[in-house]
Structure formats: C-alpha cells, structure tokens
C-alpha cells in the first residue's frame, strides 16, 4: 500500500483520477479491437466469420460496458451494453445476424466511436470515478504494536499498579490517569486501543470517578475527543452500576477483584486482536485497468489485494498467496469465470474459498448459472465502493470464523495439532521457493501435572489459556501458533532465522514467568521450556520438527525455565 493511510479520502481521489486517466488513454486502442471485430461481419460473413465476429465483439462489449460506468463514462457503457445485447441473442440463435441487425451494429459501433472520442475530452473527476469519493474505513484490520496501547483510569493506586504489570506481560503498554479532567485531552494525545475505567473509590474515599457526568464519553473532551471501547471495573454488579456502564458506552464489564486473564480477554475481544492479519482478497480479471480499480478500492479499505490477469495461472496464485476470498470475472479468454470457478471447487485445498463475480453481466439467469457453478455471490462491475467493502468483509468473516471451527483449538483458539502442521509445511515449501528463513519453536509447560494435581483442571486451562493469550499478544500476525495438544505448543516463525526466533521466544518464556495465576489458595506462576531449530539446517517438515524437540528436550534437562537453540 502507498504511505496514504487506509482512511485517506484525498489519497483513494487521486489514485482513482489517476486510473480514470490512464483509463480513457487506452480507449482507442480498444475502439480498434471493436470496429475489427465488427468488420468481420462485412456484407455477407460466412457462419464462420460471423460466430468468431460475434464472440469477439460480444467479450470487448461487454468487457467495456461494466468498466466504463465505473471510470464514469456512462454514454460509452450504455452503448457498449445494447451491442453486447445483441451479439448474446444472436450467438445463442447460432446464426449469421441478418442485415438488418449488421447495420445497426455498424452506427452503435460508430456511436461507440464518438462516446469515446467525447471521453477523451472529459477532465478527471476530482473524486472516485463517476462518484463521490467517501472515507472508507479499514477498521478491523491489521493492528500494529503501537496500537496495543492502554489508558487505565483508577484512582486506587494500588490496582492501577497491579494491572499495569500484569498487562505489561501480555503486549500491553499502559497509560495511568488518576483524575477525570484530563480524560480528554489523554485520549487525544495517545489514541489507545481500549479504556479501562475503575467505577469506585480507592483507599482515599469517594472519586470522581463515581459521578455520571465523568463515566460519559461525551463530557471526557470538545469535539473531536478520540473515541475508543471502554472496560468498567467495579466491585459491585448491581442493576444501577450495569446501567451506569451501559450508559456510558460500556464494551464489557468486570466485577473486582480483576482476574487479569479475564480483562485481556476482554480487551482482544473489544479490539478486535484476532484479526490482526490483513484480509487477503485475489483478483481475477483479464482487463488490467478494471482489476486496478478494484485492486485500490480493496487496498484502500485496509485490506491485502492480489491480481492474477491471466486465468490460466490462477492456480499458482491461489498456493501462493492464499486468499480468504476470490473476487472474478466472469468473462475471459481461455476460459470463463464459471468453468474457473469449478476448477477451484475441484481442488479440495481451495474447495471452501469463497468466490464472488464481479462483472458487468446484467442477465438474470446466467448470473444464477454462474453462482450454481461455483461461485458464492454476484456483484456487478457499476457497484458502489461502499458496497463492494461492506459484502467483501463480511464474507471474509464468515470465512474466517467458519474456518477456525474446523482448524482451531477450542479452548485457546489457536491452530489444532493437524493445522499447525500443514501450514509448516506450506511455509517450509514458501521458504524454498523465495529462499527466505524460517524457524520452528516447541514449547511445553514445566512441571504442569503439578499444577493440576495441586489447583484442579479448571486452573490448569486457565494456565493454559494465559501462554496461548500471551503467544498471540508478543508473536506477529504472520506466525503460525499451534497448540499440539495438552501443554505443548509450536509456533512457525516465518522470515527468522533461528538466533531471531531464540531471542522473540526467549522474551515470551520471561514475560510468561511474570505471570500470577490466582486461585483461592493464593497465586503462584508457572515456567516454560522451548526447543528451535532454524529451516536452513533442516528442509523437511519431520527432521525440522524431531529437531525442535529434541532441543526442547534439552531444554528440560538443562534446568527448565529456558530455551535452546539448535546447533550443528
């Protein structure tokens, strides 16, 4: 993406004048390719001239009747769409159109002529193309590091300095505020990614906190003030503090004392953490300046796009790039978007990757032929960019919360054992083809039988569940995090070597030691152990594995508490 953000209106304005420029710059090049296939009609076409005439006209019509209504050249895409009309008719009838219908032919071909020439003359609009340009949010999507930023608005010292270590150890930098007055003004200058407000008094006696005027988002700066979700801590759950929450745009709520597993949970589910990675769309359209289009409608969105101009290779795009939705169109050379999408179905790799045409086919019946088969939805080219964002994200959605039934752990929500080790050996194949590194960690908490033995199973989950919390909060979204079962985990570090990967798990095993785990017998904390090996030593996913644990071995009779590096 350029270094305009996702939400930069002016920077989605020129780049779509840009593209509606260079647009209107290849027309006549276009209008040649027409008037050739209409000349191959002539006065009196043998069945053969006039099949290959019509087929030929119909694909650059129709190819011109969707992109030119959505560069905003209304006149040229009508007139495109009543010549695709009738070469549609006419090649269903398998006849040489009669005389007649050649004639009108040549003067649309003629006006189609002069609707581009008239083009040529129309200054770029000074937003979207035949639109206005809105801001289209890329909320949702890929949050940095920055973003993990916390305020903690408390006035009982005590708790603010308990929660602040111990969000610390979980990726979080936070930000203490011990009086509302400058609620305001603090969220302006940091923009953190949640707020946590304790509702009560701390040792001192009553806060301001407890007056509603300060629980209301609206009194907590002028216009302008950053908005963001918001946690309420208190130590009461009655119906008057619930309301005093909800009231003040409450996202969650916990009672006190704050277990801090809880109050992470909370906050990733508020800021939405699971989708850290950018949502992958492929685009699959022969007219390169239409897939541009849609290529910075998508990537201004917030979102990772992909174009595969050639259908025949679209295959090697998918295994590499891996889309969470394929955005096609319906009409191109060598074979049409249906029989592609069928091909798709039939590999079971890419048999549940939604498929959603995008093309300027009007007709009815043969957009339910596309869907049956095997596409997922029809859009038309004339769409809005609003529309296309709101129907490509929620179907990403889908997509995603529908696979991480089938591949992920229930209780942590990371990869399943069977995942895990399919996607190594989809990276290990990525890294020999791009030479680039990777490194395989394998983890396993210490002494962990212990812990269930002396605090019960239910904490031993929750144990459980604090490494997988933490793993996701420290690791990139480009890492792979698998539970393996029980207290063992593996994590792919893709673009590491393994002196990287020692020294990113190495700072995981630290923070994770800091962790206090409660129960009603007290707290305690529990340590962890890690193998790495680095893919340059070992190049097949089992001896990479077998090499991990057997550093992970090492580990554990070292000591525990530590993490070990191959070496060879």
């Known amino acids: 993406m350029a270094d305009n953000g996702p939400n930069d209106g002016d920077g989605l304005a020129r780049k779509l004048a840009a593209l509606r420029l260079s647009y209107a710059a290849k027309l006549p090049g276009e209008l040649e390719k027409i008037e050739e296939a209409a000349a191959l009609l002539g006065s009196d076409p043998s069945p053969e001239e006039a099949r290959q005439g019509l087929d030929v006209l119909h694909r650059l019509t129709h190819k011109l009747s969707g992109s030119g209504e959505t560069f905003g050249f209304k006149e040229l895409g009508e007139i495109s769409r009543q010549i695709e009309a009738i070469c549609a008719s006419m090649l269903e009838l398998d006849a040489p159109p009669p005389s007649g219908l050649r004639e009108e032919l040549g003067v649309l071909v003629k006006d189609l002529r002069t609707a581009a020439g008239d083009a040529q003359d129309v200054p770029p609009a000074a937003g979207e193309p035949g639109r206005s340009v809105v801001e289209i949010s890329g909320e949702g999507q890929e949050k940095n590091k920055e973003e993990k930023t916390i305020l903690l608005a408390a006035q009982d010292s005590a708790l603010a300095e308990k929660l602040e270590m111990e969000l610390f150890n979980f990726g979080f930098k936070v930000h203490v505020l011990s009086h509302p007055a400058g609620m305001g003004g603090k969220l302006k200058e940091l923009r953190p990614a949640a707020l946590v407000v304790d509702m009560e008094a701390g040792e001192n006696g009553p806060t301001e906190w407890e007056a509603p005027e300060c629980l209301n988002p609206k009194n907590w700066g002028k216009d302008g003030a950053f908005h963001c979700p918001v946690v309420f801590l208190s130590a009461s759950e009655d119906i008057k503090t619930l309301l005093a929450a909800v009231r003040a745009g409450g996202g969650a709520f916990l009672t006190k004392p704050v277990n801090a597993g809880e109050l992470v949970d909370a906050l990733d589910g508020l800021i939405e953490s699971d989708d850290r990675e950018l949502y992958r769309i492929l685009i699959v359209d022969d007219d390169q300046s239409m897939a541009g289009y849609v290529k910075t409608i998508i990537q201004n969105a917030g979102m990772n796009a992909s174009v595969a101009t050639d259908p025949m290779k679209v295959m090697d795009r998918i295994s590499d790039f891996a889309p969470e939705l394929i955005l096609m169109d319906l009409y191109m050379p060598g074979c049409n978007g249906q029989e592609l999408a069928a091909a798709i179905r039939l590999r079971p790799a890419f048999a549940g990757i939604p498929i959603v045409f995008l093309s300027g086919e009007s007709d009815r019946s043969k957009q339910l032929a596309a869907l049956g088969g095997g596409g997922d939805d029809f859009l038309t080219k004339s769409i809005s960019p609003e529309h296309l964002i709101a129907s490509v994200k929620t179907r990403v959605r889908r997509f995603r919360m529908l696979r991480s039934l089938m591949v992920r752990d229930s209780m942590t929500g990371l990869f399943n054992h069977t995942t895990t080790n399919e996607l190594l050996e989809i990276e290990l194949a990525r890294a020999r083809r791009n030479k680039t590194s990777l490194a395989l960690a394998s983890l396993d908490l210490d002494h962990f039988k212990g812990v269930n033995d002396t605090h019960g199973h239910a904490v031993g989950d929750r144990v459980i569940k604090s490494l997988a919390r933490l793993l996701k909060q420290r690791l990139r979204g480009t890492d792979i995090i698998g539970r393996m079962g ?41 340590t962890l152990s890690c193998g790495v090996a680095a893919f340059s030593k070992f190049a097949a996913p089992p001896l990479l594995t077998e090499a991990a644990d057997k550093a992970l071995y090492a580990a554990k009779e070292g000591g525990r508490n530590r993490v070990v590096l191959v070496k060879t």
């Open 486 to 526: 029980g207290e063992e985990f593996a994590v792919v570090l893709c673009n590491a070597g393994g002196g990287q990967a020692r020294k990113a798990m190495d700072q995981i095993r630290a923070a994770f030691s800091k962790i206090k785990h409660q129960t009603e017998k007290g707290t305690f904390t529990v």
